[in-house]
């Protein structure tokens, strides 16, 4: 069985940094894309950041690229989404996301990813 579990959110001022986990257990991440996704009350999950199975690449929202950064360790089967200069609209609850076939392509789509976590809050405020 496939659990993803985050963690890493917490309260934080803007301008300030976190760096989010996602632990993967029942699966290898070096053989599965992963995504980073995340949602605010009332609204829609949305696309933060990918990283391919063989982590050659990565690809961002427009929203947060230049200031995100994922990643992967394989040895320890965890993905990282690094934050840095975060702002109040950057305010969420963050998902990690897993897609099920192995050495498939990474995707923007949360349809799709088969395998997802709970969610670490993240709040940026003064």
């Known amino acids: 069985q496939v659990q993803l579990v985050e963690s890493g959110g917490g309260l934080v001022q803007p301008g300030g940094s976190l760096r989010l986990s996602c632990a993967a257990s029942?699966?290898?991440?070096?053989?599965?894309?992963v995504g980073w996704f995340r949602q605010t009350p009332g609204n829609q999950r949305e696309f933060v950041a990918f990283?391919?199975?063989?982590?050659?690449?990565?690809y961002y929202a427009d929203s947060v690229k230049g200031r995100f950064a994922i990643s992967k360790d394989n040895d320890e089967n965890t993905v990282y989404l690094q934050m840095n200069m975060l702002q109040p609209e950057d305010t969420a609850l963050y998902y990690c996301?897993?897609?099920?076939?192995?050495?498939?392509?990474?995707?923007?789509?949360?349809?799709?990813?088969?395998?997802w976590g709970k969610g670490t809050q993240v709040t940026v405020s003064p």
């Open positions: 990283i391919s199975w063989s982590a050659a690449y990565k």
């Open positions: 029942g699966r290898s991440f070096s053989r599965y894309p």
């Open positions: 996301a897993a897609r099920a076939q192995r050495f498939s392509e990474a995707s923007l789509k949360e349809s799709d990813y088969s395998y």
